[in-house]
């Protein structure tokens, strides 16, 4: 007989204390030793959760009216300028902001775990005063009791699953997947897998506008599809929102993210009531089972190359896979706050303290996640780049001064054959006449900074910034050279 469940009647069990309710990864057994059939007649509901950190969350407060009244132009909470669009003293706080004082170590997430916390927050505001509102300046010291209403409103939060990043540079790199090690020294992922919201329901049966989940330690709701919400690929997203005064700072952790930015970790459960047998068979999903590819960031495009297809248990498993090495692999999300979470909404659900809504909207099944449009392309390194003048190891400095000089350049570029293995300036070679050398082996540059031809302008100035160098040869992907771009060529560049 097959299982057919309304949500009044889970709710109906839930209020007499006699429902059935597992968490993901207890499903997952269940359906693995029993099959969904059984499992959708055993099973109520299934709780999910996620902590990982959500760049795409804020906070909206109201502070009331001073005396004289205020329309607040300009506002900073512990030094972290806030969004004023709004009425008077209403604000918009993102967690991606930083205090200028404190750039990548306190953000707009860590004013909202402070103010969770109960701890004060220092508030400054200017205005240029109207008739109604005359005060141009507010300085005092808030506590969240003290608002009217602290709303945490994340416009996207609970990715499906995301992808797993590494870096073929030979360099680190900082990014939102963490720092990331030179020639795939490592790679990180986030999301909690077989215990993620969406992966739970993936059709969005259950999830809409309307349901109620767990949001920071406290009660939330789903307002609708988060941005860049993109279900035909599987990475669906969920907006949502809760009262923070509710909610508890161990599930809303402010973050920094070395030479990244500022963020914040958000702690989200989501309940799924087993109403049929496919949903007894989609909340029984394994790791195995929830894919997601493995990128190099070490490419700074939209799209990045993808290096293989893994999936949640390999990189669960500390280390992953690819062209016959090993990859050591970190969660960037925590699994251990996440099972927490799904283990509190477990409880909150036993207790009859947690029931469950029936979504007034289902979530868009069919909306495309579309790029940006750019009416001006960026140049590449590979359209601004020039021919280079190469030479060979063994020749002498003397022959390298004369291509300087005949080409009239500043680099010349060592290869072998085409590939490349060093780089000589003019600077280089005048410092070594001075110095009576006459190898050019014993004066090249051999740990070359180098760019690909798809590469942004923008990336290859940083790079010269950074290592405050004036030029990078460029290669392909088995490093023979195609050309150069100098700081001559951006320069010029520039000035159209």
């Not at 469940?5 to 209020?15: D, G, L, P, S, Y």
């Not at 990864?25 to 059984?38: A, D, H, I, N, T």
């Not at 280079?388 to 001064?401: F, W």
């Not at 410092?431 to 740990?447: C, N, Q, S, W, Y």
């Amino acid at each position: 007989m097959s299982v057919k469940r309304t949500f009044e009647e889970v709710n109906e069990k839930i209020r007499r204390g006699d429902a059935v309710v597992v968490t993901a990864e207890e499903m997952v057994e269940l359906v693995k030793s029993k099959g969904p059939e059984v499992a959708a007649k055993e099973v109520d509901v299934v709780t999910t959760g996620t902590f990982g950190a959500m760049c795409s969350s804020g906070a909206f407060l109201n502070f009331g009216h001073s005396d004289p009244p205020i329309k607040m132009e300009k506002i900073t909470l512990n030094g972290v300028e806030a969004y004023h669009g709004n009425s008077a003293v209403d604000c918009y706080i993102g967690v991606t902001r930083m205090d200028p004082e404190r750039p990548f170590e306190y953000g707009g997430g860590h004013v909202i775990e402070d103010l969770v916390a109960g701890k004060t927050i220092h508030l400054e505001a200017t205005a240029y005063g109207t008739d109604c509102y005359p005060r141009r300046h507010v300085e005092t010291d808030i506590t969240i009791h003290d608002l009217n209403q602290a709303i945490l409103c994340n416009p996207r939060n609970a990715y499906q699953r995301y992808v797993a990043a590494t870096n073929g540079r030979d360099e680190v790199i900082y990014t939102y997947m963490g720092k990331l090690l030179p020639d795939y020294g490592n790679a990180t992922y986030s999301g909690s897998g077989c215990l993620n919201p969406l992966s739970n329901d993936p059709d969005y049966e259950t999830i809409g506008v309307g349901t109620r989940i767990f949001l920071g330690g406290g009660v939330g709701y789903v307002i609708g599809e988060g941005t860049q919400h993109d279900p035909k690929n599987g990475f669906g997203t969920l907006m949502v929102k809760g009262d923070l005064k509710q909610m508890n700072p161990k599930y809303l952790k402010g973050a920094s993210f070395t030479k990244y930015g500022t963020s914040m970790y958000v702690g989200i459960g989501v309940p799924i009531p087993v109403l049929n047998v496919g949903l007894a068979a989609k909340t029984g999903v394994g790791d195995e089972e929830i894919s997601t590819n493995l990128l190099d960031y070490g490419v700074p495009r939209r799209e990045r190359p993808i290096l293989k297809r893994t999936d949640y248990q390999e990189l669960k498993s500390g280390k992953i896979v690819w062209e016959d090495r090993e990859i050591p692999v970190e969660a960037l999300s925590s699994l251990k706050i996440a099972r927490e979470i799904a283990l509190e909404l477990k409880k909150w659900i036993e207790d009859g303290e947690f029931l469950l809504t029936k979504p007034v909207e289902t979530l868009p099944l069919n909306v495309e996640f579309k790029p940006m449009k750019v009416t001006r392309e960026l140049p590449t390194a590979g359209s601004v780049m020039i021919k280079a003048v190469t030479c060979e190891p063994d020749e002498s400095l003397e022959e390298v001064a004369s291509k300087l000089i005949e080409h009239n350049v500043n680099h010349i570029v060592v290869v072998k054959e085409t590939e490349l293995v060093g780089i000589v300036t003019s600077f280089d070679v005048t410092k070594a006449v001075a110095l009576g050398k006459t190898r050019l082996e014993d004066i090249m540059t051999r740990k070359v900074v180098i760019a690909y031809p798809e590469e942004p302008v923008e990336s290859c100035v940083q790079k010269m910034s950074r290592h405050d160098i004036s030029a990078l040869p460029v290669v392909d992907r088995r490093n023979r050279v195609m050309g150069i771009v100098t700081s001559e060529v951006i320069s010029r560049l520039l000035r159209r």
